[in-house]
């Protein structure tokens, strides 16, 4: 009954698409993979436009489409039109980041941090029409702040195991990343430069 009462929202967005039954094939993988299917039909009832969105994003992108079938939960964002609204300054991508490891499972919350903008960004990008430099920026800030936690961990664990080192450390970033363009699929070219011969501190 509930998806009887999206359906006519549903056919009208995907009667616009240019191949509605890709499309619709999709769609279907990501709604039947809901564990809780009733609470985004209620959202696209109250909500029409975001069908139009939803079908949209389904069409335009397998990359972003395979993101809400893996993770359905992601759906929220989609549902959130003041998300979409601006970039996510950086002292926001680290406290969510930080909310994130608070979880049962924190070794995942940078895995949710990342997997959750891309597809918001992306939204940003399909539904808003972003200009592609404002877009190369944003996934750009998102890799600094995973990047950043990465590097922090593993210098904490480091320290577990042999004691603090006093040398100085840098990660140099190469290609897209240096020139803030990254792309969603886009590889970290990184560089690790450390100073050498500097004695540990047990």
């Not at 436009?49 to 992601?74: F, H, I, K, M, W």
């Not at 970039?87 to 991508?93: C, G, K, S």
């Not at 903008?117 to 939204?123: A, F, V």
């Amino acid at each position: 009954q509930q998806f009887l009462d999206v359906a006519p929202h549903l056919l009208q967005a995907l009667s616009r698409a240019n191949d509605p039954d890709a499309t619709l094939l999709r769609l279907t993988q990501i709604l039947s993979n809901l564990r809780a299917p009733s609470v985004i039909y209620d959202m696209l009832v109250l909500s029409p436009d975001l069908c139009g969105q939803l079908v949209t994003l389904v069409e335009n992108s397998e990359y972003l489409s395979a993101l809400l079938v893996r993770d359905p939960g992601l759906f929220d964002t989609a549902g959130r039109s003041s998300a979409l609204a601006h970039a996510v300054p950086r002292e926001e991508l680290e406290a969510e980041l930080a909310s994130l490891l608070r979880a049962y499972d924190s070794d995942a919350a940078p895995y949710r941090l990342h997997t959750g903008e891309s597809l918001r960004i992306g939204m940003r990008d399909l539904i808003l029409g972003v200009d592609v430099m404002d877009i190369g920026q944003e996934l750009t800030l998102l890799a600094e702040v995973c990047l950043a936690y990465a590097v922090d961990k593993a210098r904490k664990s480091i320290a577990d195991k042999y004691g603090k080192a006093a040398a100085r450390f840098a990660v140099l970033a190469l290609g897209k990343f240096a020139g803030r363009e990254l792309g969603y699929g886009s590889d970290l070219d990184l560089v690790f430069v450390y100073e050498a011969n500097v004695p540990i501190k047990s």
